[in-house]
């Protein structure tokens, strides 16, 4: 039963490590290349987008993606996670480390306060003697505040590494057709100055 007992909170420690490893290294830096025209070789210019992996807008991006590549096939597209600015990355990451610290000790039985030569809190007691409830508190409480950092609303979009939409500026995403008007002033696509239509943003 003890054996059984140890084999269960190691493969749900397991589970949590892999999790936060996951929320930590891998969403908040991920780069996600979407379209490349000429397999490899970048024909023409690039769009690229930087947009907030957390608050669901890889879908819209690959929807943007897929309809810029249908319209403009010389255009390459990519897109990645915003990262964002100031310490809230750093504070993001290192609140993923305490995490993994934490449910280590819970799980192993390690006492901080004890080796630091402090008296053991009530509470740390408590999370001791019921390792899952409190590493699941841990895990998810944790993982709020992370999400709640790297949330950063952003889709932003760059003609040749020049900003010519901010989300995070203007409060909302572009519509397609402002889209296609952007990329149309921006690369003079239209021969006749007559057909850019006036009243979408640059």
């Known amino acids: 039963m003890v054996e059984y007992s140890k084999a269960v909170y190691f493969c749900i420690f397991i589970y949590f490590t892999v999790c936060t490893f996951k929320d930590v290294y891998v969403q908040t830096e991920k780069q996600i290349p979407m379209t490349k025209v000429g397999l490899g070789t970048n024909i023409g210019p690039t769009l690229k987008f930087l947009y907030c992996y957390s608050c669901g807008y890889r879908k819209l991006f690959d929807d943007y993606a897929n309809i810029i590549r249908q319209k403009y096939p010389d255009i390459s597209v990519r897109g990645e996670n915003y990262d964002p600015p100031g310490i809230q990355m750093m504070v993001a ?110």
């Not at 519509?175 to 007559?194: K, R």
């Open 93 to 202: 990451k290192t609140l993923g480390l305490s995490k993994i610290i934490l449910v280590i000790c819970f799980f192993f039985g390690i006492n901080l306060f004890a080796k630091f030569g402090v008296e053991t809190p009530n509470w740390w007691t408590w999370c001791m003697e019921n390792k899952i409830y409190s590493s699941l508190m841990v895990f998810f409480l944790f993982n709020a505040i992370e999400n709640h950092l790297v949330s950063t609303g952003a889709f932003e979009i760059m003609l040749n590494d020049m900003p010519v939409w901010s989300k995070l500026e203007t409060g909302r995403i572009p519509q397609p057709p402002e889209l296609f008007q952007i990329i149309d002033n921006h690369m003079m696509f239209h021969e006749d100055p007559s057909d850019v239509k006036p009243g979408f943003p640059k």
